[in-house]
């Protein structure tokens, strides 16, 4: 998206695309282990519920991703035709993965709710709306992704 939605030349967008997406590396990885390290502290099993195997899945493929798109684009020793033949798994794969995260964000939410016992009141009524705004973002940022870029 950042090559869609980010203007000036491609180099700025490149960068812009690497910077955010090591941004997001490191949250994700910060996030998973200060996970651990409270579960552990609690003494609470680890990784029990879909939504902790859903972000830890996410996470180590969007590691994965984010090295393999690195040593496609980042470094000049990477043949042009080789990049083009991974141009579109690149996109298709990180779509999957921000599917993941959304997924993962929802099973996170849905199992707060339970865990808070929630129900038809205001606070549940603003949990749910989040959910729904996750959903909407995700309608979004996948409709930006098949339309065609317009300089």
Not at 9 to 36: D, P, T
Not at 94 to 121: C, E, K, P, W, Y
């Amino acid at each position: 998206m950042a090559y869609k939605t980010i203007g000036g030349r491609r180099r700025v967008r490149k960068a812009s695309h690497l910077a955010l997406h090591l941004i997001a590396l490191f949250a994700g990885v910060f996030g998973v282990v200060v996970v651990f390290r409270y579960r552990h502290q609690i003494e609470a099993q680890h990784m029990i519920t879909l939504h902790s195997w859903l972000g830890i899945i996410t996470v180590a493929s969007f590691a994965l991703q984010f090295v393999l798109g690195a040593a496609f684009y980042m470094f000049r020793g990477a043949q042009m035709s080789a990049k083009a033949s991974y141009l579109p798994w690149h996109i298709f794969v990180g779509s999957i993965i921000f599917l993941m995260a959304v997924g993962t964000a929802l099973t996170g939410i849905v199992r707060q709710f339970a865990i808070l016992g929630l129900g038809n009141d205001q606070e549940g009524h603003i949990v749910n709306s989040i959910g729904l705004l996750l959903v909407l973002f995700a309608a979004t940022v996948g409709l930006t992704v098949v339309l065609p870029y317009e300089k």
